[in-house]
């Protein structure tokens, strides 16, 4: 079946304008992550979407950064006034419910790799 | 929270060797630890995983261990192949107030020479 999705594959975009990067999760997971993972460095958490449970905004680096998932389903991350430190690989995750006392293999998308200039 | 190192950062061998890639993580909590495997342009794509009630795992050419007491676990190829070239990230799970959250070590770059 089809994996995780990621819409662009790549974003160019001037130091202070907005970008919308959209995340297509597996089919039935309801669990979601954003992650950014920087040159040489690995990837960092940002957010975490559970079904309709508050999501965990704890790895969002500055309040120019935001992420909706809307129906369950699709998300998009939102960075405003983007800022060259932003250039980075932005990865979207997706898995089952975990299950209390277990783990769901957490599955990738290709990412999106955002440049600011 | 978790912080987890891993070395080396890069690891080049001849087809056929062995390699080994070393993570330590910082939380006793942390209860679950997976490898991950990212070709260039790809997301990572899991490989295997270990828990913390199990001090080892062997799928194929590929094993984990875990040593909960010392905090680190490791990954051991064998027999590498061409196609194990990659760049291979540890991560930890389950700590406090994180039992859902990967925190990832900064990968290893494997390159397996013909």
Redesign the interface.
């Given at each position: 079946g089809a994996g995780?999705s990621q819409s662009p594959s790549n974003k160019v975009t001037e130091k202070g304008k907005d970008v919308e990067l959209r995340c297509d999760p597996i089919s039935g997971h309801t669990?979601l992550y954003w992650y950014r993972q920087s040159l040489?460095?690995?990837?960092?958490?940002l957010i975490?979407f559970?079904g309709n449970s508050a999501p965990?905004k704890s790895?969002l680096p500055s309040d120019r950064f935001s992420a909706e998932r809307t129906g369950g389903s699709v998300s998009t991350l939102t960075i405003q006034r983007t800022q060259q430190e932003d250039s980075a690989v932005y990865?979207c995750?997706s898995s089952l419910a975990?299950l209390a006392g277990g783990?769901n293999?957490?599955?990738?998308?290709?990412?999106t790799r955002l440049t600011v200039l | 929270g978790e912080n987890v190192e891993q070395h080396p950062s890069t690891l080049s061998v001849q087809e056929g060797d062995s390699a080994v890639i070393k993570c330590t993580y910082s939380d006793s909590a942390s209860n679950y630890f997976p490898w991950y495997k990212q070709e260039l342009g790809k997301g990572p794509q899991l490989i295997i995983d270990i828990r913390s009630n199990v001090g080892e795992k062997k799928d194929q050419r590929i094993a984990v261990t875990l040593n909960k007491t010392a905090k680190h676990f490791s990954l051991h190829i064998t027999e590498t192949q061409p196609e194990d070239s990659a760049v291979y990230f540890c991560a930890a799970s389950g700590g406090e107030g994180s039992n859902y959250k990967l925190t990832f070590g900064k990968g290893t770059l494997l390159t397996v020479n013909p």
């Amino acid at each position: 079946g089809a994996g995780v999705s990621q819409s662009p594959s790549n974003k160019v975009t001037e130091k202070g304008k907005d970008v919308e990067l959209r995340c297509d999760p597996i089919s039935g997971h309801t669990a979601l992550y954003w992650y950014r993972q920087s040159l040489g460095q690995g990837l960092e958490f940002l957010i975490y979407f559970q079904g309709n449970s508050a999501p965990d905004k704890s790895g969002l680096p500055s309040d120019r950064f935001s992420a909706e998932r809307t129906g369950g389903s699709v998300s998009t991350l939102t960075i405003q006034r983007t800022q060259q430190e932003d250039s980075a690989v932005y990865l979207c995750a997706s898995s089952l419910a975990r299950l209390a006392g277990g783990y769901n293999e957490q599955f990738f998308g290709p990412g999106t790799r955002l440049t600011v200039l | 929270g978790e912080n987890v190192e891993q070395h080396p950062s890069t690891l080049s061998v001849q087809e056929g060797d062995s390699a080994v890639i070393k993570c330590t993580y910082s939380d006793s909590a942390s209860n679950y630890f997976p490898w991950y495997k990212q070709e260039l342009g790809k997301g990572p794509q899991l490989i295997i995983d270990i828990r913390s009630n199990v001090g080892e795992k062997k799928d194929q050419r590929i094993a984990v261990t875990l040593n909960k007491t010392a905090k680190h676990f490791s990954l051991h190829i064998t027999e590498t192949q061409p196609e194990d070239s990659a760049v291979y990230f540890c991560a930890a799970s389950g700590g406090e107030g994180s039992n859902y959250k990967l925190t990832f070590g900064k990968g290893t770059l494997l390159t397996v020479n013909p």
